[in-house]
Nanobody
Framework: QVQLVEAGGGLVQAGGSLRLSCAASGRTFSRYAMGWFRQAPGKEGGFVAA????????PYIDSVEGRFTISLDNAKNTVYLQMNSLNPEDTAVYYCAAGRPSLSWTTMRSYDYWGQGTQVTVSS
């Protein structure tokens, strides 16, 4: 069993940065890959980034590659999403997720556990 709690969202100006965190609890945390998804009414959303259990595989959606970085701190049982060069199109609720995406790393159905979400708003 895994429980996830996100933090770090807020309001920033275009071009600014935020770092989201997702604290995980549970003795089986090390068995799961981690991912970040986002949702916003009337805007494109879905998969953002993911990281394998070893940290060696980190896929990103094209629109954030080069701007966002996902990382994992095993000692703190926490995953991060460093977001740089933010633009208004990044405005959304961001969710972290844990799962075992053996077939697809980019679909919500591949993940079993979800956090409550944290709001990110980027002003123009």
């Amino acid at each position: 069993q895994v429980q996830l709690v996100e933090a770090g969202g807020g309001l920033v100006q275009a071009g600014g940065s935020l770092r989201l965190s997702c604290a995980a609890s549970g003795r089986t945390f090390s068995r799961y890959a981690m991912g970040w998804f986002r949702q916003a009414p009337g805007k494109e959303g879905g998969f953002v980034a993911a990281i394998s259990r070893s940290g060696g595989y980190t896929p990103y959606i094209d629109s954030v590659e080069g701007r966002f970085t996902i990382s994992l701190d095993n000692a703190k049982n926490t995953v991060y999403l460093q977001m740089n060069s933010l633009n208004p199109e990044d405005t959304a609720v961001y969710y972290c997720a844990a799962g075992r995406p053996s077939l697809s790393w980019t679909t919500m159905r591949s993940y079993d556990y979800w956090g409550q979400g944290t709001q990110v708003t980027v002003s123009s």
